[in-house]
């Protein structure tokens, strides 16, 4: 049980699919809202859909979160819980709330058409209000089984302080009575989700701007649910909607709904990476290489967040990562780095890694073997002049090339790119001062008189 006070959010995906940025960041902030409030951050897998939810989704959605950091700090299943939906919509019922109807999906649809060629907006007319006991029996006897609606309070305007959009305010008799249950007795998203709220004692609830019409229609549930003394909180959970998340080109694209943690971690994408971007994409705070959860935590404020859509940048999230691949300590890392690359190793090339993939390929430089390059005749006489001028001091790529310099008046590139192409094969890559040492003096004077041989 949670006191009363306590901040309780949760993100409660559907196991239809694997979690895609949107989500993620939906998740994020939830998580975030819970920490900086000391409250709970619930995983609540919605899976009323025994159709469309999977159990691999469902582990995968597990597992996303866990690469992300944002562990929960508990798990509901709606599937578990069909027994309180049951108590819910009886005690609904018994206030006159919810009522069967017998429509199909063709004559829904008919009615809808005509309405809309009428210019009315395509409302559910409440038909079924008016049919009498008899008329419902014999439908039943006919073997038409209802489906059921919430009905709405058409006399109470709908007014909510919302956490980013401020003060909204919805008509009733402007929605459709929503359908909460199906035929076959199965529910729909709109009633577990407000029980779960309910007896979850969620404080807050935080998501996409494209559930704010669910808000109003669930606002009634709550107060509804409320007043028919339904077990659990007896207080409605403050709302918040998000602005969605768009692509870099400004839409709602097709690629961003299908883009998830595989497909980021395949890339290299580190999960801090994709935390700091999505922490503050589309708030006015500024997005930064922040590997530093607690930081984000501490600034985490729905009021900073805005109304237009967050423009979602592939390339903003390839720069932060390799800001913080940048800064990452040898001790959190080593695991990942390619064997014998010790501290003095990862030093050497973090500065020039856009992923810690990356890595290896450059560890192959120190540990060899390295092509030998192509060089033009006098550069080959350069290299050989530099195997003989090899000296392993403390710092021997300074030594050999102050030398290099004032016996062959070389400056610049012809100092340096020459020396570089036989150490490493390529023409550029990691500082030479530190990777020198690291390549060894044995292994560096054999490079160089390799080059001067020639390839
Ligand atoms: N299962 C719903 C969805 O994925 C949950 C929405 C909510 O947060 O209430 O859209």
Not at 101 to 110: F, I, N, R, S
Not at 164 to 182: N, T, Y
Not at 230 to 245: C, I, K, R, V, Y
Not at 427 to 434: I, L, V
Request: proline share 5%; glycine share 8%.
């Amino acid at each position: 049980m949670t006191s009363a006070n306590t901040t309780v959010t949760r993100f409660a995906p559907s196991p239809t699919g694997r979690l895609h940025v949107g989500n993620i960041r939906t998740a994020l902030h939830n998580w975030m809202l819970a920490r900086k409030a000391g409250g709970r951050f619930l995983l609540r897998i919605d899976d009323t859909d025994a159709e469309r939810s999977r159990e691999t989704y469902v582990e995968a959605i597990r597992d996303d979160l866990a690469w992300l950091g944002l562990e929960p700090d508990g798990e509901e299943r709606q599937s578990e819980r069909l027994a309180h939906y049951e108590a819910a919509f009886e005690a609904l019922k018994a206030d006159g709330r919810v009522y069967p109807c017998y429509e199909t999906a063709q004559e829904l649809e008919l009615k809808r058409k005509i309405q809309l060629g009428r210019g009315l907006p395509p409302i559910y007319d409440r038909a079924a209000l008016s049919l009498s006991e008899e008329d419902r029996a014999a439908k039943e006897a006919d073997g038409i089984a209802p489906h059921w609606r919430f009905k709405l309070d058409h006399d109470t305007p709908i007014v909510w302080e919302d956490g980013v959009r401020g003060r909204q305010k919805f008509d009733a008799a402007q929605l459709s009575d929503p359908v909460i249950r199906r035929a076959d007795g199965s529910w729909l998203y709109m009633l577990p989700s407000a029980v779960d709220d309910l007896e979850m004692g969620v404080t807050n609830v935080l998501r996409g701007e494209d559930h704010v019409s669910n808000t109003a229609v669930q606002i009634q549930m709550f107060t509804a649910l409320i007043a028919a003394q339904h077990n659990g909180s007896s207080t409605m959970p403050d709302f918040a909607h998000e602005a969605l998340l768009v692509g870099s080109e400004g839409k709602l694209s097709k690629r961003l709904g299908s883009l998830g943690c595989d497909a980021f971690r395949e890339r290299g994408i580190e999960p801090q990476a994709l935390v700091a971007l999505l922490a503050r994409l589309g708030t006015a705070l500024p997005v930064e290489p922040i590997a530093d959860r607690d930081l984000l935590i501490e600034s985490f404020d729905l009021a900073t967040f805005g109304r237009a859509p967050a423009r979602f940048d592939d390339g903003e999230l390839d720069r932060i990562n390799a800001a913080l691949v940048h800064k990452m300590e040898y001790r959190d890392i080593a695991h990942r780095l390619p064997e014998g690359m010790d501290e003095a190793g990862w030093h050497a090339v973090r500065p020039n890694l856009e992923k810690v993939g990356d890595a290896a390929a450059i560890w192959q430089l120190v540990t060899g073997p390295v092509p030998v390059p192509d060089l033009p005749e006098e550069d080959r006489d350069y290299c050989g002049l530099a195997a003989g001028a090899l000296e392993w001091t403390d710092d021997p790529w300074r030594s050999l090339t102050t030398r290099l310099k004032e016996e062959t008046g070389r400056k610049g590139k012809s100092l340096f790119l020459p020396l570089r192409l036989a150490l490493t094969g390529q023409a550029s890559g990691p500082d030479m001062g530190e990777l020198l040492p690291l390549i060894g003096e044995d292994a560096a004077r054999t490079r160089l008189e390799a080059a001067a041989r020639g390839a």
